[in-house]
């Protein structure tokens, strides 16, 4: 793969860039170039935001559409981007290293998806609503668009997390200027593309890819009213900040250390619970912010526990993230892999046992490989149970009953997922009731587009994805009448 661009997508155009400075993304699987586009400088931003503003402020603009119109190029969007869905799996694999099985499940279908379950919404969408006021006369309630957006997305999965900014923005008759990570801004472009093949008007949706200081530039930057962020806890509390100063609305995704509970009755044969397993604790390479990389299990089945997951991470597949049969593939970046291998050695000199893995797999000496990893006999308080480590890693820890269990899970500075496998649903229903955090599943873990997604404490503010994902890109007007 070899792809070159010059330009951003910025106004429905493909303009110049104010420097001659690129981005250059490698082959997480092998290391090889893969091309370059340029690097936004806060010129560029300046320019996408000016755009998105004219698109935004014009009296006939996108925010005055009627939404059923909107949706209508929402639709054509998706059809546009499932037009593309090979090429989206091919460039986003290449590029964070995350296995072409999954990248066709979540970096395809998935943002479609959203995009198209927003259009719905837009169809319902109810601006005004006349109730009678308290003290006589009426009042009209009106939800109207925030503004312009300023959306910025990891590269762990950059289009689904793109989409759950654009979708809901979109709908809600928002503009937006996306700034895709560094790692990953080849997909940003087929996104463009596909945005420019759907006709969406000119400055609804702006693409500049840049770096960390360009990012704090556009959040904040006074041509933009929100910020939806997903990323790390210490720089979501950076824009939080800023926005904080700005009184300018925010969503942030953040980082999470969630908990698998074990139950004492969960069924741990892994050929009816394997593939559930994968996707709540070591998807996309373990680069998932909600993934339970802590796993709770209960002292009277601790070995068995530590047994099955022994042989479940020890036998997935490792190889080149574009090979349908690889499971886990390379970390997205060396410096990643490092900070990774930094945890491992961090565990082990906490007194952590490794049962399977815990180096680089062989015969894979080019791209950033790491073999899954599990630590038993792991304490909550280890620096390898509280931090996000965002690999391949997790930790076997035990506990004395369904309290212990719940203590255990709570103890942390993030809430973002979590899980309760067992085999009666009902009773891990009670138990995840008792867990604090956005969201979790029971035997399960997938986040669906109809239901909000979000964290609480270091895990972020606000939610994203469901109907609720909507009420972040609206403000609210009282007319009284
Ligand atoms: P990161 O915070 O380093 O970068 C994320 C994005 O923010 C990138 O585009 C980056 O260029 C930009 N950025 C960084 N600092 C900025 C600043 N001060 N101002 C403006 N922009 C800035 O995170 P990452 O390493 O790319 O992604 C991994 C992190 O993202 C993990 O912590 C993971 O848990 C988190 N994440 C969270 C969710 C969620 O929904 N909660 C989903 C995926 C990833």
């Known amino acids: 793969m070899s792809l070159r661009y010059d330009t951003f997508y910025v106004g429905s155009e493909w303009v110049r860039p104010a420097t001659d400075r690129t981005i250059n993304p490698l082959n997480a699987s092998t290391e090889e170039p893969l091309g370059h586009v340029p690097e936004g400088v806060e010129a560029d931003i300046d320019n996408a935001v000016a755009a998105a503003r004219a698109a935004f402020d014009a009296p006939s603009g996108w925010a005055s559409w009627e939404s059923g119109r909107r949706a209508e190029v929402m ?276 007194g952590a046992r490794v049962t399977t893995g815990g180096g680089r797999p062989k015969g894979l000496e080019r791209g950033w490989f790491i073999q899954p990893t599990v630590f038993a006999d792991v304490d909550n308080s280890a620096v390898i149970a509280q931090e996000e480590i965002f690999g391949p890693v997790l930790s076997l820890i035990p506990y004395d009953d369904v309290d212990d269990a719940v203590r255990i899970a709570n103890d942390s500075d993030f809430g973002l997922g979590g899980t309760v496998w067992t085999a009666d649903p009902e009773r891990g229903l009670a138990v995840a009731h008792r867990v604090r955090t956005g969201t979790i599943g029971v035997n399960r873990y997938i986040p669906d587009p109809a239901a909000p997604f979000g964290g609480i404490k270091a895990s972020g503010l606000g939610r994203e994805l469901g109907p609720e994902g909507l009420t972040g890109y609206q403000q609210t007007q009282t007319v009284y009448l």
């Open 75 to 350: 639709d054509r969007f998706a059809d546009a981007i499932d037009r593309r869905a090979d090429e989206f799996v091919a460039r986003v694999s290449a590029q964070n290293g995350m296995p072409v099985a999954v990248a066709r499940q979540l970096e395809t279908g998935y943002p479609s998806a959203v995009l198209r379950f927003y259009g719905g919404l837009a169809r319902e969408l109810s601006v005004t609503e006349t109730r009678p006021g308290l003290f006589g006369g009426s009042i009209e309630v009106r939800k109207l668009p925030v503004g312009v957006v300023a959306a910025i997305v990891p590269w762990n999965f950059p289009q689904a997390l793109s989409m759950f900014k654009i979708a809901p923005a979109m709908a809600s008759g928002c503009t937006l200027v996306v700034k895709p990570s560094p790692e990953t801004v080849l997909d940003a472009y087929l996104l463009a593309e596909a945005a420019d093949e759907a006709g969406v008007p000119a400055g609804v949706l702006n693409i500049v890819p840049a770096g960390r200081e360009v990012g704090a530039h556009l959040v904040a930057h006074p041509g933009v009213d929100k910020v939806a962020f997903t990323g790390s806890t210490t720089a979501g509390r950076g824009i939080a900040e800023t926005c904080g100063r700005l009184l300018r609305p925010v969503t942030l995704e953040l980082g999470g250390k969630s908990a698998a509970i074990v139950l004492d009755d969960a069924d741990l044969d892994l050929a009816k619970i394997g593939e559930g397993l994968f996707g709540a604790t070591l998807l996309n390479n373990g680069q998932t912010c909600f993934l339970g990389t802590r796993v709770l299990a209960p002292r009277n089945r601790y070995a068995e526990v530590v047994d099955a997951f022994t042989t479940f991470a020890g036998s997935l597949t490792i190889g080149d993230a574009s090979d349908p049969a690889t499971q886990i593939g390379p970390m997205a970046t060396a410096q990643q892999r490092d900070r990774v291998e930094s945890y491992i050695t961090k565990g082990r000199g906490e």
